[in-house]
């Protein structure tokens, strides 16, 4: 692999040589330069964490997937880490697709990832083999391919995307496929020492008969409940929900080795978002499920063209689970350390088609909102992410549809349209919005409902203000906070 990785590197320092950098994230992991997509391989070994991710790195498009790697002391500063896994054997000679990482019993780290290999040698128009492979690192930074550990089944069309865990003495896996009458399920494997598999039992089928496909499935125990994360390919939207082309969802359930997984709840949203796929969560080692999604599009993104990179992930995020059963999710709290500056805007009211300048700046902010709602009788308010009056994004809640608004009607460039999620409205409504370059991410009463979308303004002078329409906005409180760097060299 050491040619191929030697090849990669260097199309990625020539690229990153010419990266424009008008929308590069300051607080997202991103590639140096290239295209990025799934996170994979999270975990922590050997007292660091590692994200890896599927990257192109000869331009800012999908192409032969790569892992890429960065690598954190403390969840919120990142290092650049050399291209970890290159196509280079015959198993992923087209690409090596995503998967996850364990630390296997004799200290090593262990990743299952699959390989993908065109039937026709060029493209997807034959299908593809794809198989499960294991590759293993004494550092999680070199990696010595193993081969294919569970070959693609018989009655299987696409068979991908491991994601790895341990229980007693047994390690699990669920693969996402699509069935040979194309439907998207999810298998669970079982094996005593990550080489040889054995096929368990089909965890999970799509009902929507329109879903051919289920990529990155993750399975995961919050509190006594099991919950499946799912990529659903082909499904329809459901009401306000899973607009997107392709949409990821959960399930929450019982689970025990050697049963079946038993829903107690129906496809639920994870992150309402436009721009939120193939998220991937890892176990702390103080016990936190933290995970990160995907910020991408299956439709072409403004930085593909000229800027030299595309794709970035999410901030992490903490998931715990509800009484009722519902996935929250808030940026991680070591989130608070890349906090440069802070400004305490009080509680005040802004009156009845009026706004408030919250923050003269959107260059990388955190703010915090909680309105009363008890006392205002706006029907729609919210943030403006923008130029108020000119081009704006705004992230409102909507008291008529009962729902928190990501709308970038006049956002800039780049898809427009808008994405909502439904909230609880109780006596108060808080909301928390990360805004980077190219992005906004919220987080609606503590990771209630949440939202991850790009934004691309045509103008960096952005301020964020407050508005209120057909009525008042009573605000509590609101702390607007300067975001830093995540990367270390600053
Ligand atoms: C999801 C996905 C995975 C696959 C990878 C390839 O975005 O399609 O199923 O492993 O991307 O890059």
Redesign the pocket.
Known sequence: MRDELHKAESAVHELSATRLDRYYPRFHIAAEAGWL??PNGMCCFQGRYHVYF?HHPFSAR?GS?HWGHVSSDDLVTWRREPIAMAPSIPADVD?V???SAVVDDDGTLAVL??G?VWRNGTDNDEGARQTQCLAVSADGVEFEKKGIVIDCPADVI?F??PKVWKDGDTWYQVV?IRSLDNIGEVLLYTSPDLRSWEFDRVIYRADDPGVY?I??PDFIRLGDKWVLII?LMGMSPIGHDFRNQ?NVGYVVGTWSPGEDFVPETGLRVLDGGANF??PQSFEAPDGRRILTG?M?SFLSIPTQDDDGWCGQMTVLRELTLGDDNAVRMVPVAEFARLHTAQHDLGGFTVDENESRTLSDSADGRDVEIEFDLTSTTATRFGLSIGTPGGEEATVAFDAQLGRVVLDKHNGGLGERGYRSVAVTAGDSLRLRVLVDKPSVEVFVNEGEAVLSSFVFPSSPDRSISVFAETGHASVTGAVVREVGSIYEEG
């Open positions: 997509n799934d599927q999908w997937p690409g697709y995503s998967g990832y699959t993908n696409d991908r995307d996402g496909m990529e990155c990529c392709h796929y193939a995907w991408g």
